[in-house]
């Protein structure tokens, strides 16, 4: 007494995938990723400080050290013959109490490796309060 279940020939095995569940796990997924993001995004409300450009005051202790297009160093307008020369002027005024401010002023054409390059002979040299000096961005954000 045995049951027959369909034919015993089947003709064709559906091999493909279904995707139909895939395609609704996906939209489910989606839906919630779209109602928490902006929870997650939220901040905590805090008052920012507001940037002013205040002109540097430049006090006649304060040095300048200038880069050319070229990779030349210049201290206060005098051209320095290298690096190790520069590390010297350096810590000679490293030593005076209070320290100098050193400024930096390098040429939009400069390489940033020479730039670079006297940052690290000021650390090298002792000098604990440096700076760059730049031109205004005239019209970009709205100074004239």
């Known amino acids: 007494m045995a049951m027959s279940v ?15 569940p895939l395609v609704d796990v996906m939209l489910v997924l989606l839906i919630i990723f779209l109602i928490t993001i902006p929870v997650i995004t939220k901040t905590v409300k805090v008052s920012l400080p ?13 040095i300048t050290i200038a880069v050319d297009s070229q990779g030349n160093i210049y201290w206060n307008n ?34 940033y490796e020479d730039v670079g390059r006297v940052l690290y002979s000021v650390q090298r040299g002792g000098i604990v309060k ?11 954000r709205g100074s004239r």
Not at 6 to 20: C, F, R
Not at 86 to 111: C, F, T, W, Y
């Open 6 to 20: 369909g034919s015993g020939d089947e003709d064709g095995l559906n091999s493909t995938i279904n995707t139909t």
């Open 78 to 111: 005098e051209q320095v013959s290298g690096r190790d020369q520069l590390v010297e002027m350096i810590k000679v005024e490293a030593m005076k109490d209070p320290q100098p401010e050193i400024h930096i002023r390098g040429d939009s054409n400069s390489r």
């Open 50 to 62: 507001k940037a002013a450009n205040i002109p540097t005051e430049t006090k006649p202790e304060n």
């Open 130 to 140: 440096v700076g760059f000096i730049t031109e205004p961005d005239r019209g970009i």
